[in-house]
């Protein structure tokens, strides 16, 4: 079985002693592709430097709504194209709104405006994106039904109601799922899971992040993603085997890797 682990963060120093080790347990676990996401321009173009490393790795470039002041920086748009032309990157990510971090109106008028001008640069570059939103669904789903026709994407570590989810999967964007799919309390999770159309799902770990049961509390990496898979097979009562073609297939379409 193969999967991909579609988000997680390995530019995280968490990671800078056993990357190879990390890669390494991966592959064994059947994990043999993990799109790595920078969420500043120093961790982006660490991502593009990581993903020309190795083979198994490829990178998203983008700034979090957590870190806006990034793009104060003079050229910020231009730096972002500039990485984003590299081979191995295979989105715009992550980038999106985060009013649970942030709850100042003005700076989260900055974050609309931030993820707006990021959208466009998927647009122009056509790449797909990858999405974080936190409490600012509302707002998000605006944005995206505004800006996003022609360009695909995920919403990662999906965290909304199954009604979003659904707005979510009309517009031809997917939903990614972590670790929390696998935690005693893990709310309205699994209905989604239950409800959603098989190939509008992605799996990921967002490590360091997150980790998934049985690993909770402790570091998160790729190789955990197949937990993720394990939970959506027993909820969906579907095999592993479906799990893993389906899911690494929607991976392979949404971000071009083969
Ligand atoms: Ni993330």
Known sequence: MIFVDTHC???DEQ???DLNEVIERAKKNGVRRIINFGAKFSDSK????????????FAGVGIHPEEIDEFKIENAEEKLIELAQNKK??????????YHWEKDI??????KKIFVRQLDIACQLNLPVCIHERDAHGDALKI???ETKNIRGVLHCFSGSLEMAKEIWKMNFLIGIDGPLTFKNSAK????VKAAPLEMILIETDA??????????KRNEPAFVVEVAKKIAEIRGESLEKIAEITTRNAENLYSIR
């Open 208 to 217: 360091p992040y997150l980790a998934p049961t049985p690993y909770r509390g």
């Open 89 to 98: 990157v295979v989105a715009i990510g992550e980038i999106g709104l985060d």
């Open 46 to 57: 660490l991502a593009v430097e990581l993903a020309n490393e190795n083979e198994e790795l």
């Open 144 to 146: 995206l039904k505004a």
């Open 9 to 11: 963060h390995l530019n």
């Open 106 to 111: 003005e700076r989260q008028e900055i974050q």
């Open 15 to 17: 990671f800078s002693d």
């Open 189 to 192: 999770l699994p209905e989604i």
